[in-house]
Each structure stands twice: as structure tokens, then as C-alpha cells.
């Protein structure tokens, strides 16, 4: 129903920012829930933030007041801006979307998924 593709990852400097950019086709984006996960080598896939179909947000304990997530309806676009990076920031950033309203942090309740971009925060 929908192909998200991230891009704008690389690498930064801690205390540097990045912002990541999720592209969807296929489907607008208007009437689903979007999110970014992010995976740390060895380990498990953890929530970063959503946003909802309103604009309601929802962000995980280890990135709020650093991290803001936003959308653009109008360019089916979703991205996130990463500020006050650390280390512990490295990790594969993916994109995900799905058909609800609630702001979940359960990646197995995302049905749409990106191949994820490569963020490198060295020190």
C-alpha cells in the first residue's frame, strides 16, 4: 500500500545534528500514524518517536528535548531532526507506518517499514 525510503543519514560529530527524511509512494500519508526505530549493532529495535495523523507526538525517554519529529502531508513526507547527537545515537534509522490512530511504540503493530539509513555519531 505504501514504500517509505529514508535517507539523510551519515556521519556526525557528538553534539552534532542530522536530520533524517522519510519518503512515502504508493499512498499519501495522511490518514496513517508514522514513526522512526532505530537499531544499535546487537541490539534490539527500540522506538525513537511518532507522530499521528493530527500532529500529535510521541518520543522515547533517551531523545526527548534533542530529537523532533514532523511531517509534510502535502510531500508525503516524514523526517527527523536529530540535535545534541551522542554516541549512543549510532544506529540504523527506519522508517514505519501504519493504518491507526494510536501513537504506539510496538514495531510488530508498524506494518510499512523502510530499509533504514546508517547514523554515525563518533566522538
Known amino acids: 500500500q505504501v514504500q517509505l525510503v529514508e535517507s539523510g543519514g551519515g556521519l556526525v560529530q557528538a553534539g552534532g545534528s542530522l536530520r533524517l527524511s522519510c519518503a512515502a509512494s504508493?499512498?499519501?500519508?495522511?490518514?496513517?500514524?508514522m514513526a522512526w526505530f532505530r537499531q544499535a549493532p546487537g541490539k534490539e529495535r527500540e522506538f525513537v518517536a511518532a507522530?499521528?495523523?493530527?500532529?500529535?507526538?510521541r518520543y522515547a525517554d533517551s531523545v526527548k528535548g534533542r530529537f523532533t519529529i514532523s511531517r509534510e502531508n502535502a510531500k508525503s513526507t516524514m523526517y527527523l531532526q536529530m540535535n545534541s547527537q551522542t554516541p549512543e545515537d549510532t544506529a540504523v534509522y527506519y522508517c514505519?507506518?501504519?493504518?491507526?490512530?494510536?501513537?504506539?511504540?510496538?514495531?510488530?503493530?508498524?506494518?510499512?517499514w523502510g530499509q533504514g539509513t546508517q547514523v554515525t555519531v563518533s566522538s
Open positions: 504508493g499512498r499519501t500519508i495522511d490518514a496513517y500514524t
Open positions: 507522530i499521528g495523523q493530527s500532529g500529535s507526538t
Open positions: 514505519a507506518a501504519r493504518s491507526s490512530t494510536l501513537l504506539s511504540r510496538t514495531e510488530g503493530l508498524y506494518d510499512y
